[in-house]
């Protein structure tokens, strides 16, 4: 389905400063045909003037842009096979949808125009609002409509900025699952900008982590969920308890790690760091909660003395804040599966976990928390 | 939920009477100061012109004594003796609005788009020849077109215009000083329009293969149309009845518009009947025409 003249995307170093402000700092990437693609990150880390330079809505301050063999570094927008799906969806309000839909073929003359906008409008599922105008569509019908005028078009590379922020979960769940449809279906190179990890981790194949116009990590997104290479993938990529050790030993196949008393194994594959000072981290969801009198199976990492400071019942699991002897509160999701025990505020309980769950980085505990989201947009 | 879905499947309930609140009578006494206001200024002098332009002269009376005597023909005279000053105010109001909507919209797209920063100073620049008189401004444009002037001489020296064309009180000098007065008229309703024109419909049409001038066909200028056609109407409405340019700049009666002759018919000649049936004739062609453009224009797409 995808042209043979297509290809894969490649950004070579690019930069892109406004004034003093860099947005994108060197930034190498390549994205393979036919890929979903996303470009995860906080407000202002650069990821939308990333599309935006792929659109050639931005130019790249240095760097090049290349779309196969093809040179699009300064190509005008309206001479790139690039489509973009724009934020609040940018769609011309004096024009009705068919002719919205039209508007991209129209221009490049295309012949079997109403053949291809059905089918567009066909693939969105909303052929019946073809002669509406946009301001009388919900806002989720909008967002299928600027999703249908872009892909009509049959770019090689289809863009879509934040394209379901917009709406509300319920509709932008749905969305989710209709786009990776599409996606599937046109066989396109998508890629998404978004900061919602969990809209990423749907969706794409690969997901690069942005913070500060550089890449952090890119991999599938369980392999970035599972080994963060850094801290602040770590905490914004779902959530990470990250405790301050260091390191005492190291054989083959582990590393020893010591936190607030308590050696701890850490795989060497899962150990991004060589520092003696070391954050070790684990999700959530990875850790056991047992009472205090509980045998904990040996071979595991654990934490001992905790108490817990705050049980909030989610539905389908309960999620503990455990006050450890130190201080520090660790969060534990427990799945409400009917056979653990309940640890109501106060009980005193062990944390355990398997080693092979544990990862281990250098660097800032506080990368990526939620409060470090609240950064203008650039 | 199974009640509350029962109750749904049952004929639908009429809706509650918005108890009080329409009978209220809150809402016409706050449009009464503007009632009593259009009343007093605009519907009472209306019907007085309207008797006005139905009188005869009184028989054996003093210059400016009339009575009343429903003539209507007064219109068929007014029109028949006047129709050539009538349509040159249309014709030059037409054209005057042409030109400034030609001299507007670049200037109003600049401050709209381009301006940036001084987009403020521009938009006072535009306004700003309102500080001045109206009439010293329209008089200045006679020293600036007269024949022995700077531009007149500049242009002929350039061949630009022919040697023996004279500007001083030509048809020229009054749509020029139409055009002027105007464009402020014209210019800001137009700012407005497309200053609120979201920038990002410009990228999607340039996205969507629109190259600088298919954007602006298909994109800009469409979303623009309430501004043109707010700023046309501004500008032609006042424009076809304007008096002053044509007698400050033309010559009379060469030049004469309508504004000129009801100028003359009311305080010259004191012929009041004819000057209010000149005006009711002007008042009427316009309220034609603005309905024919709208109509054209299309109102639904003005929202």
Redesign the interface.
């Known amino acids: 389905m995808a042209q043979d003249t297509g290809g894969d995307l490649h950004l070579r170093d690019v930069t892109k400063s406004f004034g003093t402000f860099t947005a994108v700092d060197d930034l190498t990437l390549t994205i393979p045909q036919g890929s979903f693609f996303a470009l995860l990150g906080p407000s202002g880390c650069g990821k939308t003037t990333t599309l935006r330079m792929i659109a050639g809505l931005e130019e790249p301050t240095v760097g090049s842009i290349t779309l196969g063999e093809r040179d699009i570094t300064h190509a005008k927008p309206y001479k790139r096979p690039v489509n973009t799906v724009f934020q609040n969806y940018a769609l011309f309000p004096h024009l009705d949808i068919y002719e919205n839909v039209a508007f991209g073929l129209r221009r490049r003359g295309a012949k079997d125009v109403d053949k291809q906008v059905m089918e567009a409008l066909a693939l969105v599922e909303l052929p019946h609002l073809a002669r509406r105008k946009p301001g009388q569509l919900s806002g989720g019908q909008q967002q299928r409509i600027a999703l249908a005028r872009a892909v009509v078009n049959r770019p090689q590379v289809l863009l879509l900025d934040e394209p379901l922020g917009a709406l509300d979960l319920k509709l932008r769940r749905q969305m989710q699952i209709e786009l990776k449809r599409i996606q599937t279906e046109v066989g396109l190179t998508f890629v998404h900008v978004t900061h919602d990890q969990e809209e990423a981790m749907t969706m794409a194949d690969t997901v690069a982590v942005m913070n500060h116009g550089r890449i952090e990590q890119m991999g599938a997104p369980s392999e970035l969920y599972e080994a963060p290479s850094t801290t602040f993938v770590a905490n914004f990529l779902g959530q990470s308890n990250l405790v301050t050790g260091r390191r005492i030993a190291a054989d083959a196949d582990a590393v020893t790690v010591l936190c607030h008393g308590q050696n701890l194994q850490v795989p060497v594959s899962r150990c991004g760091t060589e520092d003696v000072d070391v954050l070790l981290g684990v999700r959530p969801e990875k850790i056991h909660l047992g009472g205090e009198a509980q045998e904990v199976a040996a071979g595991l990492n654990r934490f001992a003395g905790g108490i817990v400071s705050d049980a909030s019942f989610m539905g389908v699991s309960t999620q503990y804040l455990v006050r450890l002897p130190w201080g520090q509160d660790l969060t534990v999701f427990a799945q409400n599966r009917g056979i653990g025990e309940q640890y109501p505020v106060g009980s005193r309980v062990t944390l355990s976990w398997e080693p092979a769950h544990t990862f281990a980085l250098a660097g800032d505990a506080t990368a990526g928390v939620e409060s470090d989201l609240a950064v203008p947009v650039g | 939920m199974a009640i509350a879905s029962v109750t749904h499947t049952g004929p639908a309930a009429p809706p509650p009477v918005p108890a009080g609140r329409s009978r209220s009578l809150t809402p016409y006494l706050l449009l009464l100061p503007g009632i009593a206001w259009l009343t007093i200024f605009f519907v009472v002098p209306i019907v007085t012109l309207f008797g006005t332009s139905l009188q005869v002269p009184a028989e054996g009376g003093e210059t400016g004594v009339f009575v009343q005597a429903f003539r209507f023909a007064n219109y068929v005279d007014a029109v028949t003796e006047y129709w050539a000053q009538f349509s040159r105010s249309f014709v030059y109001a037409g054209i005057a609005t042409v030109l400034a909507l030609a001299i507007g919209y670049p200037l109003a797209y600049m401050i709209a788009f381009k301006a940036g920063r001084l987009r403020n100073l521009l938009l006072v620049l535009v306004v700003a020849p309102f500080f001045a008189s109206f009439i010293l401004r329209t008089i200045a444009w006679r020293q600036i077109l007269a024949d022995e002037g700077f531009v007149v001489s500049s242009l002929k020296w350039l061949h630009v215009i022919p040697q023996t064309a004279t500007v001083t009180a030509s048809a020229v000098a009054v749509v020029a000083g139409i055009t002027y007065n105007f464009l402020p008229f014209m210019t800001l309703p137009l700012y407005a329009s497309l200053e609120r024109i ?1 920038p ?2 410009l ?9 600088g001038f ?1 954007v602006f066909r ?2 800009t200028f ?2 623009s ?1 309430p501004g043109v056609v707010a700023g046309t109407l501004l500008t032609f409405i006042p424009a076809a009845g304007d008096y002053v340019n044509a007698a400050l700049l033309g010559r009379q009666p060469g030049t004469a518009m309508i504004g000129n002759v009801v100028e003359s018919r009311f305080f010259r000649i004191v012929d009041y009947p004819t000057a209010a049936s000149l005006s009711f004739v002007l008042m009427a062609a316009i309220l034609l025409l603005v309905f024919l453009y709208i109509r054209k224009a299309g109102t639904e ?1 003005l929202v």
């Open positions: 979201d990002r419909l990228e999607a049409g340039s996205d969507l293969y629109g190259n298919t298909k994109v469409p979303l149309l797409e």
